[in-house]
């Protein structure tokens, strides 16, 4: 592979922004101290994670002591469920949505292996579009529900969630909500003051800080039992020593993603349609995934019927356009996508579907490059393929 | 990322012999859309002889690469050759494929026998079998085959083989009595004629070392190595890579891939080959 990459996979992970870089750097470097010594050069890593505490409750509209670092995004939620499990031991049912990232489908449905006792489980359905039907999860709602566990956005279609209302509709029966929303923040305005969400899962890597950072944000007031036991860190909410360097760069993504909101996303999503409508219109036979007016600014997922995905990404690879496909080929496992066939996306585009998302490192000159060189490879797939039928 | 050979990345993005022979004698249709990958064998056939083939798949890349390196194997090769060619040989032909993928190479070699028996007019038994993997359309024959012909030991590697049980799951059960039933059978089978089911200690040993003198040795020779007989306990072996192969990354590798698939061919099926320290 020659030249330079086109990186389409900012769903999958980003790149760590420059300023963000910059302001790791001292915690790299000098400023090595454990936040919870006593002396004074310990100090400034400790006013580093509080500075940092601080830009991420602004970017979520939370107040600062709402926020637990964590390592990850599967980190945080693992936290929220196994605590509101821990909560009301005598609730055996959780509600989620079949769309789910793996970090909680397969937590969800294997919950009854962790603790030893039989749950009932609703995964809501969802329509062609993608979207939830509101009356299923108002019926869903019941007295022995221990937690509703929603993504605020999904990672594959980019389609997002209608959390204030669902989070609204759990708190009214008494019931904790968690939403998944490590691909929504930084990518929509989120003002969790004015929300009934008890717990929100967030995930460094994917707003331009580095792996291996995550937040969960617990609701002041709701219960919450902590995941990892140990020392005091993160005021007994979750022992080990904080990844400073991280926390620190995760801080600066928060304030980069808050005062850029609005342009950046502007700009996505004028390089995401420009992107999404060129492709659809050079390329016959090629369907958009998910409902177009609900959805994050810079996810498209197109389905390129009668081709599969995994050899449409490595010819894009050939030509160093990233992106990733919703193929049983590339999933690793025999089956094509579990969101796209909770969907109902026909196995014809389903096999053959490609997932673009874009960040605001892209450029218009990305865009048209890769407007240029799809076309060509589906269509010598498909002539390779024995049900394309020249039209 | 997949870890491809050169030369199925060579054969996905030059594929050879792509098209539909417009008047073919034998056509071999297998797979389908819904499972994710499909191959439309055509065969020309001249005096026994297959003097030309062309394919069209829908699927990954090694589906892709399988298919072309299958065209290249099969024209000119009389039928009766062809015939003989296993989804393994297309496989090696591309320098190996990932275990996740040998189902690719199962296609290949189901499309060849679909558009031989198509040519001579006969229908496939393997189709007529049970479905036992619903998701896939599977059925016992085929999962009895695989087994058979590749030597699978978990339901993991009749998965990667023949995709069955890769979906739902649900056939899991089957498939674990499948296996056990024709793992079983065939551990017998090899046992039966010139190898008698229950051998002693000593006439173990006598096997082992006759066929480490007669096939291995001279293999690894080859390569500047050699091998040690450490000690027979039951159906452990111990062995010691001496030579080159005493210093080879790969000794593992030829231990388990080779002198142990070897040694459970010549001597007993239920050998368990490993590499002693001396």
């Known amino acids: 592979m020659s030249g330079r990459i086109i990186y389409l996979d900012n769903n999958a992970t980003t790149q760590i922004a420059p300023e963000v870089r910059e302001a790791m750097m001292p915690y790299l470097t000098d400023l090595y101290g454990n936040p919870s010594s006593m002396y004074s050069f310990a100090a400034s890593a400790a006013a580093g994670l509080k500075e940092a505490r601080a830009k991420v409750a602004a970017l979520l509209g939370a107040s600062p002591d709402e926020i637990v670092f964590t390592s990850c995004g599967t980190e945080s939620d693992s936290t929220a469920i196994l605590s509101a499990i821990r909560t009301f031991p005598e609730k055996r049912h959780i509600i989620t949505t079949r769309v789910e990232h793996p970090a909680v489908k397969n937590l969800c449905e294997n919950i009854s292996l962790f603790t030893g006792h039989k749950y009932r489980l609703t995964q809501l359905k969802v329509n062609e579009k993608g979207m939830l039907d509101l009356a299923e999860y108002e019926a869903a709602l019941g007295d022995d529900t221990a937690i509703v566990s929603v993504m605020w956005a999904n990672n594959e279609t980019g389609v997002v969630f209608p959390i204030a209302e669902m989070a609204k509709m759990a708190r009214k029966r008494g019931i904790l909500f968690h939403t998944d929303a490590v691909q929504a923040v930084g990518k929509m305005p989120i003002n969790l003051a004015a929300l009934d969400v008890d717990f929100l899962s967030l995930s460094g890597h994917k707003l331009h800080a580095p792996k291996g950072v995550g937040v969960l944000y617990v609701r002041k007031g709701s219960p919450f039992t902590p995941f990892l036991i140990g020392g005091h860190q993160e005021r007994g909410r979750r022992g080990g020593t904080e990844n400073a360097a991280s926390i620190v760069g995760l801080g600066k993504a928060s304030e980069l993603a808050a005062a850029n909101m609005e342009t950046d996303n502007s700009r996505v999503r004028a390089l995401r349609d420009r992107l999404e409508e060129g492709l659809l219109a050079r390329i016959p036979k090629s369907i958009l995934n998910g409902d177009k007016s609900h959805r994050l600014p810079n996810t498209c997922n197109i389905s390129f019927e009668f081709v599969e995905g995994e050899s449409i990404l490595l010819h894009m690879n050939q030509i160093g356009i990233c992106a990733s496909s919703g193929s049983a080929c590339t999933s690793g496992s025999l089956e094509p996508s579990h969101v796209l066939r909770a969907m109902g996306v026909p196995f014809t585009a389903a096999h053959g579907s490609i997932r673009f998302s874009l960040s605001v490192y892209n450029t218009e000159e990305e865009i048209d490059l890769v407007l240029g060189a799809l076309p060509p490879i589906i269509a010598s797939l498909r002539a390779l393929s024995p049900f394309w039928k020249e039209e | ?278």
């Open chain 2, 1 to 278: 990322m997949w870890e491809y050979t050169d030369k199925v990345q060579e054969h996905f993005l030059n594929p050879r012999n792509v098209g539909e022979i417009a008047d073919a004698d034998g056509v071999g249709d297998v797979g389908s859309l819904a499972c994710g990958d499909a191959l439309k064998l055509t065969l020309k056939i001249e005096d026994g002889r297959i003097a030309d083939a062309k394919f069209k798949t829908f699927g990954c890349a090694s589906a892709i690469a399988s298919s072309s390196a299958l065209t290249e194997m099969v024209i000119g090769k009389t039928l009766e050759d062809a015939s003989k060619i296993t989804n393994e040989d297309i496989a090696n032909y591309l320098g190996g494929l990932p275990k996740e993928k040998m189902h690719c190479s199962v296609m290949g070699r189901e499309a060849l026998e679909a558009a031989i028996a198509n040519y001579k007019g006969l229908v496939l038994p393997m189709a007529q079998g049970e479905v036992v993997c619903e998701c896939f359309g599977v059925t016992d024959l085929e999962i009895i085959r695989a087994i058979q012909e590749s030597h699978l030991r978990s339901l993991e590697e009749i998965t990667n083989f023949t995709k069955a049980g890769g979906g739902c799951g649900k056939c899991e059960e089957k498939l674990r009595a499948i296996l056990q039933k024709t793992a079983q059978g065939e551990i017998a089978q090899a046992a039966a004629p010139d190898k008698p089911k229950r051998m002693t200690t000593l006439q173990k040993v006598k096997k082992i070392e006759e066929a480490l003198e007669r096939e291995i040795r001279p293999i690894l020779k080859k390569d500047g190595g050699d091998i040690e007989l450490l000690d027979v306990d039951g159906d452990i072996v111990t062995v010691a890579m001496r030579g080159a192969c005493g210093s080879c990354a790969m000794s593992q590798t030829t231990i388990k891939e080779y002198v142990e698939k070897k040694l459970r061919e010549l001597v007993v099926d239920s050998l368990i080959v490993e590499e002693g320290a001396l």
